[in-house]
């Protein structure tokens, strides 16, 4: 500002020289001598870089001033899962939610529905865990269409390795290559939550709506990975049968030794027996002719193999399927990459509960016939 009051009073004196410079020649009826006009182009010039310099401050002070952007916390794994956990929390319970920007994020799902990421991936990942054929079968997580190429073989038709004598050509039994293709079909899953755990301060209502929502889809999925169903999922059930028992209601040690070697012996090593407990329990049962069980220091194992129970899986009944035996890597499941998630607080309000439901996308097809077989009960 001091500058500023210097620069206007200089330009007051030099325009009061100019003035002066021009009164003297026209008092004496002149032209400005040489002197004088130097004297009046410099004054003027002067003048010219004084305004020139005010016009500048002018513009200087008029540039709007930008607020310097404050430094955000930027959050750790961690923080980002707890805050989308509390979210998560107080939507459920309806509760005022506290959304700061940067905080917070909780996705818009197709269907509408508020899906945290750390939601959905804990869901999918207690569903993993409930369900043995996510964990052992050949699973693809992806949204769309999966087209899974498959080399097909029979009995006759392998792919052949032979001597060779000099002058003579191999058979050449090669098999064809096709295609399964997995297109997925929309599981829902709902969990009823009550109300009553707003007031329950020993509950994870996150925990807990989590293990309900897994819970639903888990034995939902776990029945189609079995049995299947028309038009959609293809469930193991699908199977070839290795072995028919002689009974329709009871299985010998023999049938199911028969039934581990149905497979061939490089498929035997991964391979696994799936069936109802309540078959499982039968065969513990079975004794030898001392009255001996067969399998008494092999817990949870069958001939070396481990035993995967599903209250999915039949009974032991006539022209059932009750044991499956086979490496399930020969069977693929698409699995959705995510999960969404709607809460329904209106239409179970006169239950005073909430309902939330789970959305995934499946499909599966046993995709290596020659990895699973089973066992088939006789027809009476």
Known sequence: MKNLKKLMERREELKQQLADLVDAADQEERAMTEEETRTFDAAEKEIQDIDDTLAREERARNIPTVQQPTEQHEMTVE???AAEEKAFADFIMNRAMEN????IQLTQGNNGSIVPTTIANRI?????????FLQLADVVYTNGKLSVPVYGEDATNYIDADYVDEGTELTDNIGKFTTIDLTGFVIGALALVSNKLKDNTDINVVDFVINQAAEA????????????TSGKI???QSAASGVTAAA????TYDELVSLKHSLKQR?????SWIMNPATYTAICKLKDNNGQPYFKEDEYKILGRPVIESDSMPIMAAGKKPIIFGDLSGYTIKATKSVEVQVLREKFATKNMIGVLAFGEYDAKITDSKKISSLTMAAS
């Open 79 to 81: 923080e980002r899962a």
């Open 100 to 103: 700061r920007a940067g905080e």
């Open 124 to 132: 999918i990942k207690a569903v993993r865990d409930m369900v043995p």
């Open 217 to 228: 889809m888990a034995e939902k999925l776990e029945g189609e990975f079995v049995n299947g």
């Open 234 to 236: 293809t469930g193991i």
């Open 248 to 251: 329709a209601t009871a299985v």
């Open 267 to 271: 498929f035997r090593g991964k391979a």
